[in-house]
């Protein structure tokens, strides 16, 4: 936030110019984060958190209205769920669909252990989960700490069993066992993406023997005999499963001054809640359509029916439009999503002291200095970067600074250092405007992850500027 006669630009650290009312605020939206984030450790808990805030808030099951042949008129509220995992949210505008959306898309996946279709073993007396990591994480990183198990069963019957074990007081948690250092002088002089192997990502799950004394692998088989117990499961009910170890515990304000979040999944639920938030309290009728779009698989691809390679934007822009009064076509569906504007809402990188050398500090992200806005992202010569125009790009500037949303310009590292992408590309073919914008993170992908709480308020409030002006 400058005067508009600066000359020069520099970026202040969002505490020095806070009003006191604007850090009440700050606070209380943080704890409801914090809610939020301890809640929605997986997309599917993330999915049913907000559908429950949104139903709550009055919004209508659009797939429910397409059934009963409703019609739609401005203001609206309308949501839509894909595989119980991605999620569409929105609030019709006064102007036609046709003259384009206003959406916030952000991501509910992320890094983690997923459990394999054959996972349970028995070896030197100790039972064991195998399973497969999903996205990119350090492997170092998930040995030797606590881990909970998320996930479900499904019953060839279409009976769903949702597990969630490892979080609340006095429940178990797992974890994996890492090499003492007395005996890993040779693991230790392998490099750090070596010395665990994503085949030995193993999670220990039991270590005592069934009372049957006449089974093999007593070991494997309680454990057996304590899930039959509780979730009335067997072995091959794994096969129709999808169970994934996440870190176990709350998320928590870190730091003495309290002005840090620390929580598992921030990458990008950090941005999710944020986007849900903004459209929740998104006063009256808006005009142009509000939209929020949360959706899954991002950390590996996008693809699939609940990642935003699928049709899912589309066919439910589609549904709104048939149910809008006009005659659908496909051409007023291309004429919605390429008048659109995007926000492609996810976390970016914030300059880390300790690893100073990655960034270029001046196109760095700084925590605490509100929301960060990326032109690009990319590999190498930007490659894979949808390079916003900077015609949108000084759109955002102008709205965000009507609404005094503190925000900064940054790159993921610096050039040639790595880089990475996000959805931002799969919206832009429809011909919409998008660009990045999202929360710098300190050990993003980590099981734990670091956000600063001004940087955390001012996602929210820069996502409530986009979808309001
Ligand atoms: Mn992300
Ligand atoms: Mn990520």
Redesign the pocket.
Known sequence: MKTKTALTYDRPNGYEKLPPAEAKKLESYCADYLGFLGAAKTEREAHDQAVALLRGAGFRDLDELVAAGAKLSPGDKVYRGCGGKALLAAILGRRPLEQGLRIVG??TD?PRLDVKQNPLYESGELALLDTHYYGGIKKYQWVAVPLALHGVFVKPDGRKIAVRVGEEPGDPVFCITDLLPHLGREQMRKTMSEAIEGENLDVLVGSVPSRDKKAKERIKLRVLELLRQRYGITEEDFLSAELEFVPAGAPREAGFDRSLVIGYGQ??RV?AYAALRALLELPGTPERASCVLLCDK??IGSHGATGMESNFLENSVGEMLALCGGAYSELSLKRALSASGMLSA??NAAFDPLFAGVSEKKNAALLNHGVCMSKYTGVGGKSGASDAGAEFVAEIRRIFSEHGVAWQAAELGKVDQGG?G?IALLLARYGMNVVDC?TPLLS?HAPWEVAGKFDVYMTYKGYSAFLRD
Request: hydrophobic share 20%; net charge negative; glycine share 14%.
């Open positions: 952000a991501h992320s990458d990008d941005c991002e950390e996810d976390v990475g996000t999202g993003m």
